[in-house]
């Protein structure tokens, strides 16, 4: 965080100085990028508002910061706006304006209208570095165009711009967020023998490759390897492994590293908690898993609406319902509101209970708070229904 209001200050003090040190565009803009990187971007607004009224011409990094400012606050259309008022000034954008909007349209997946921005300032004579490239290959992963992102990596190597460590990482993470392993895997060998090393995060997304296809193996194996390359493995790296363990009911590895973690002093936030509760719920150990749930507030931690769901899913499975209502209402009482997920996930249970009287009332109760059935929770219903086990109102009322 930039102290802002010293600079401000500073420049009221200017401004009451001789015209010799009256603050000028430069001045204006430094204190504007400092207001827009700590996301203070009224602020920066206001100042910019000021600096014009005074006669001050803003230039390419005023326009530059503000986007930039507001596309950290996911406000595309201001984005756009202002890179129209900017051009339509005569203030042509530079590669940095160009690639905070190719960033910024990619993240709200919006690839298309990157593509766009990108074809735009290639026209312009302003040649993509990294990393705008590296930014248009991040949006077809998370879209899953992962063909795409192959062609943008390739289309890096073929313009001579440097693939980089991170570049490589955004690709292999796509492919294992889309359980292509063997391309991320192919992604990981390439990118050693350009002579790039791994780092942790490299290290962390191929493991989550391993442990999403079932082949926790080869994440262990992984995970030693790191170590053995000097590359230590960070709370993520091990939350990911954790993750992987519990998923694939490998409780006892589970159990053994969670204690390594504890040993070791990492910081165990609620996530990690959850993780492992989620696993002990997984394999069935429903008393350890109440035991941790309800220990969570001597570790200086409050469950929230994914633990609460984690909980009432395990207690569901093991059959406790009556359980798991009480834990829901526990919830509200603790204000931590119940989401989609949380209903869904204890209609279902009381389904698979056969209780359909509370899960119709669930249903109600879910309706009313503005949620809908998902997926699964229509499946079942509607396999109930075929076996005439629910009112067939029922159906209409969750397709409402």
Same mark, same amino acid.
């Given at each position: 965080?930039?102290?802002?209001?010293?600079?401000?200050?500073?420049?009221?003090?200017?401004?009451?100085?001789?015209?010799?040190?009256?603050?000028?565009?430069?001045?204006?803009?430094?204190?504007?990028?400092?207001? @827009?990187?700590?996301?203070?971007?009224?602020?920066?607004?206001? #100042?910019?508002?000021?600096? *014009?009224?005074?006669?001050? &011409?803003?230039?390419?990094? *005023?326009? +530059?910061?503000? =986007?930039?400012?507001?596309?950290?606050?996911?406000?595309?259309?201001?984005?756009?706006?202002?890179?129209?008022?900017?051009?339509?000034?005569?203030?042509?954008?530079?590669? $940095? *304006?160009?690639? !905070?909007?190719?960033?910024?349209?990619?993240?709200?997946?919006?690839? $298309?209208?990157?593509?766009? $921005?990108?074809?735009?300032? !290639?026209?312009?004579?302003?040649?993509?570095?990294?990393?705008?490239?590296?930014?248009?290959?991040?949006?077809? @992963?998370?879209?899953?165009?992962?063909?795409? &992102?192959?062609?943008?990596?390739?289309?890096?190597?073929?313009?001579?711009?440097?693939?980089?460590?991170?570049?490589?990482? !955004?690709?292999?993470?796509?492919?294992?967020?889309?359980?292509?392993? %063997? %391309?991320? *895997?192919? $992604?990981?060998?390439?990118?050693?023998?350009?002579?790039?090393?791994?780092? +942790?995060? +490299?290290?962390?997304?191929?493991?989550?490759?391993?442990?999403?296809?079932?082949?926790?193996?080869?994440?262990?194996?992984?995970?030693?390897?790191?170590?053995?390359? /000097?590359?230590?493995?960070?709370?993520?790296?091990?939350?990911?492994?954790?993750?992987?363990?519990?998923?694939?009911?490998? #409780?006892?590895?589970?159990?053994?590293?969670?204690?390594?973690?504890?040993?070791?002093?990492?910081?165990?936030?609620?996530?990690?908690?959850?993780?492992?509760?989620?696993?002990?719920?997984?394999?069935?150990?429903?008393?350890?898993?109440?035991?941790?749930?309800?220990?969570?507030?001597?570790?200086?931690?409050?469950?929230?609406?994914?633990?609460? +769901? =984690?909980?009432?899913?395990?207690?569901?499975?093991?059959?406790?319902?009556?359980?798991?209502?009480? #834990?829901?209402?526990?919830?509200?009482?603790? @204000?931590?509101?119940?989401?989609?997920?949380?209903?869904?996930?204890?209609?279902? /249970?009381?389904?698979?209970?056969?209780?359909?009287?509370?899960?119709?009332?669930?249903?109600?109760?879910?309706?009313?708070?503005?949620?809908?059935?998902? &997926?699964?929770?229509?499946?079942? !219903? =509607?396999?109930?229904?075929?076996? %005439?086990?629910?009112?067939?109102?029922?159906?209409?009322? =969750?397709?409402?």
């Amino acid at each position: 965080m930039g102290n802002n209001t010293a600079a401000i200050q500073l420049l009221r003090k200017m401004e009451q100085q001789s015209r010799d040190c009256k603050p000028n565009v430069v001045i204006y803009n430094i204190i504007i990028d400092s207001l @827009c990187k700590d996301t203070l971007v009224p602020d920066a607004f206001e #100042l910019f508002s000021e600096m *014009t009224s005074r006669g001050i &011409a803003p230039d390419v990094i *005023t326009y +530059t910061s503000l =986007i930039h400012g507001v596309c950290k606050l996911g406000q595309w259309k201001e984005a756009t706006r202002l890179l129209n008022e900017m051009v339509g000034k005569d203030i042509l954008p530079n590669l $940095v *304006t160009f690639s !905070i909007l190719v960033d910024t349209l990619c993240k709200e997946g919006m690839v $298309v209208e990157a593509q766009s $921005v990108l074809e735009m300032m !290639i026209q312009r004579g302003i040649k993509p570095d990294t990393v705008t490239y590296s930014s248009l290959m991040d949006g077809y @992963c998370l879209r899953g165009e992962m063909e795409k &992102a192959k062609e943008v990596f390739d289309l890096m190597i073929s313009k001579g711009s440097g693939v980089d460590v991170h570049s490589y990482n !955004i690709l292999m993470n796509g492919y294992c967020k889309h359980k292509r392993i %063997d %391309d991320a *895997t192919r $992604v990981f060998q390439e990118m050693s023998d350009s002579g790039l090393l791994p780092n +942790t995060i +490299t290290y962390t997304a191929l493991m989550d490759g391993f442990c999403k296809v079932g082949r926790i193996q080869d994440a262990q194996k992984l995970f030693s390897k790191m170590q053995a390359c /000097g590359q230590l493995p960070n709370i993520q790296t091990y939350a990911v492994l954790l993750d992987g363990l519990c998923k694939n009911q490998q #409780l006892a590895m589970a159990m053994e590293l969670f204690r390594e973690m504890e040993c070791m002093k990492l910081d165990l936030d609620i996530v990690i908690y959850g993780t492992l509760i989620e696993g002990l719920c997984i394999a069935g150990k429903i008393a350890s898993a109440r035991d941790h749930f309800y220990g969570l507030s001597s570790k200086g931690l409050e469950p929230d609406a994914r633990t609460y +769901t =984690i909980m009432i899913k395990g207690l569901c499975d093991g059959g406790l319902v009556t359980e798991a209502e009480k #834990l829901l209402r526990e919830m509200e009482d603790k @204000c931590r509101s119940p989401n989609d997920c949380t209903y869904n996930t204890i209609i279902r /249970g009381f389904l698979n209970n056969d209780e359909t009287v509370k899960a119709v009332g669930l249903v109600h109760e879910m309706m009313e708070r503005g949620f809908s059935a998902d &997926a699964w929770t229509m499946e079942l !219903i =509607i396999g109930l229904l075929s076996k %005439d086990k629910v009112d067939p109102a029922l159906l209409s009322l =969750i397709e409402k």
